[in-house]
């Protein structure tokens, strides 16, 4: 009887340990990756259409700065050429817009992309082209993000355009107040790197993070959601 009494309890050792082994196999690995500058980070595995409300903001920060901030110089933004020439623009529709908002327009979904640009195209001032005009989105406040779906989400923001020019030296702002609705889409990433132009790179980062925004509607200030950071 003590010999099958120890067998017993041997063979349920052996079960939970083969539960645990289960368990274990079934996890997700961590990774660790090296940065350029030698430090290492730990990763882990998540679901392809999960997004941090950090990453989704500065997604929306970046692309619409770089769309709504005109400069009279078209370098791209990542040159240390400060001599660049006059933007003369990317020619859409009757209109013109500058480097930077066709460089911005690559986080814009695609069916939504041409329609968009003609509105920006409608309100750029031909000034920026000539060197007399530039602006700067100043943004007061992003939302954290509002999941609708999985991998979809709804962001507002509370901005306003300051529009430089002659007749306005000290800037004229109009409220630009918006409901960007985001999705996750497939990470994009430069297959050329060593040969890539700045503006080639600067759109690849747009897209790196593996969002791209769907719609742009006007925000009812009356309807904002809490909690804005």
């Given at each position: 009887m003590g010999t099958l009494g120890v067998q017993g309890l041997l063979l349920v050792l052996t079960l939970l340990n083969t539960t645990r082994i289960t368990m274990l196999a079934h996890r997700?690995?961590?990774s660790l990756v090296q940065l350029v500058d030698g430090h290492s980070i730990s990763t882990e595995a998540v679901d392809p259409s999960q997004r941090t409300p950090e990453v989704i903001q500065q997604f929306v920060k970046t692309s619409m700065g770089l769309m709504f901030t005109w400069n009279p110089q078209g370098q791209p933004a990542d040159t240390a050429d400060t001599s660049a020439a006059t933007d003369q623009g990317v020619p859409i529709g009757h209109g013109r817009i500058t480097t930077s908002s066709w460089q911005a327009s690559f986080a814009l979904k695609e069916d939504f992309r041409t329609a968009f640009l003609d509105q920006v195209?409608?309100?750029?001032?031909p000034g920026v082209f000539s060197g007399s005009a530039q602006s700067v989105l100043n943004i007061e406040t992003i939302s954290t993000p509002k999941e609708l779906e999985a991998g979809y989400w709804q962001v507002d923001m509370v901005a306003n355009l300051l529009i430089f020019d002659p007749t306005h030296p000290q800037g004229l702002a109009v409220p630009f107040n918006k409901s960007l609705f985001v999705q996750a889409v497939e990470p994009?990433?430069?297959?050329?790197p060593e040969t890539s132009t700045p503006l080639q790179k600067a759109v690849y980062r747009l897209r790196e993070n593996g969002l791209e925004i769907t719609e742009i509607r006007d925000l009812d200030i009356q309807q904002l959601a809490p909690n804005p950071s």
């Open positions: 997700p690995v961590p195209a409608a309100i750029t001032p994009a990433a430069d297959p050329l």
